[in-house]
């Protein structure tokens, strides 16, 4: 069975374990970082949110989503979809690939 293969961030803070999807953090920077862009007036507040990210984590981020999506399909061309091109394959798990989908 195949369930969300999204990469999750992982850190302690005040003694408490968090977990964060590595697409929601990707997804909130790029909506954030957007939002900056279109604004016409007052960038101070989006600046703020976003001295929160860090651009090198983003990319490594990034990365991590891109690899995960490429192990899965390698993973299920030589098993259960191993009759299917890479294109089919990532077209039938695209539903895993975000957390939005999997809820």
């Known amino acids: 069975e195949l369930g969300s293969i999204d990469p999750q961030m992982v850190y302690a803070e005040e003694k408490q374990v968090k977990r964060f999807s590595v697409y929601n953090i990707i997804k909130s920077y790029e909506e954030l970082f957007s939002s900056a862009v279109k ?52 077209k039938k798990i695209k539903d895993f690939l975000t957390p939005e989908k999997v809820k």
């Not at 983003?58 to 399909?73: C, G, K, N, P, T």
């Open 39 to 90: 604004e016409k007036g007052n960038l101070q507040p989006y600046l703020q949110q976003l001295s929160n990210y860090d651009a090198r984590e983003i990319a490594e981020f990034r990365s991590a989503l891109s690899l995960s999506e490429d192990i899965a399909v390698k993973a299920l061309k030589t098993g259960m979809l191993s009759g299917l091109s890479e294109k089919e394959i990532k």
